[in-house]
């Protein structure tokens, strides 16, 4: 499948401190261009704002909710077209986008239950701060502990090739927090090695374990 860029640039759900720069910061690592993807779409968040709902006690819920559906219709016109969707963050809302266009066509869940026999597909979200905190300081809230870069190689590349992973999706990376962009680059390299293309343009990339 040739994969589609979906830029999702929200912060609605934390806080505006560089997580909504994410996708340019990517496209800047080449990210787009080694996808085969420079029709990225990009989804319109509406402006912050630091009120919490007194209702439900969560920031922006409108707006969240506003981001969800057109994330959703970007996700449903991509599968659609025969395209492997790679939603770029942003915060972990934006995950509400690509499980509501899987809602609407069947069975899906997430990674918890991708071996049960009646499930037609799954989606994968990956939160860079799953990485070792050494390894991806480029996050707001930092913990000791996590992933290597070949750890999370080999679980993410295990998972999208099976013909059940129906999308991909990265959020939590803060580029303010790596101003000379090494890890911009490192995590392109991530998605580029592990993301499925069509077989004539995986090249060099595919599959690389640093």
């Known amino acids: ?49 630091d009120v919490r709902d007194p209702e439900t006690g969560i920031l922006n819920p409108h707006g969240i909710t506003a981001v969800a559906r057109d994330a959703a219709s970007a996700v449903a016109a991509t599968l659609d077209a025969g395209r492997f969707p790679v939603l770029l963050g942003g915060d972990c809302s934006i995950v509400l986008g690509p499980l509501l266009a899987l809602r609407r066509r069947g069975r899906y869940r997430t990674l918890t239950t991708v071996a049960k026999p009646d499930l037609k597909g799954f989606w994968v979200h990956l939160d860079v701060d799953v990485l070792d905190d050494a390894l991806m300081p480029a996050v707001d809230y930092r913990h000791p502990g996590g992933m290597t870069w ?49 077989a004539d343009d995986e090249g060099p990339d595919r599959l690389r374990h640093p």
């Open 150 to 198: 070949r750890e999370a190689t080999e679980i993410l590349g295990g998972l999208l090739a099976s013909d059940r992973a129906c999308g991909l999706e990265i959020t939590i990376f803060n580029p303010r927090l790596d101003p000379g962009g090494e890890i911009a680059q490192r995590l392109s390299d991530l998605i580029t090695d592990t993301v499925p293309r069509p």
């Open 1 to 49: 499948m040739i994969p589609q860029i979906i830029e999702v640039p929200s912060p609605l759900g934390l806080r505006p401190t560089g997580l909504e720069d994410a996708p340019d910061a990517l496209r800047r690592a080449a990210l787009h261009q080694r996808l085969g993807s420079p029709d990225a779409v990009r989804i319109e968040v509406p402006p912050y704002d």
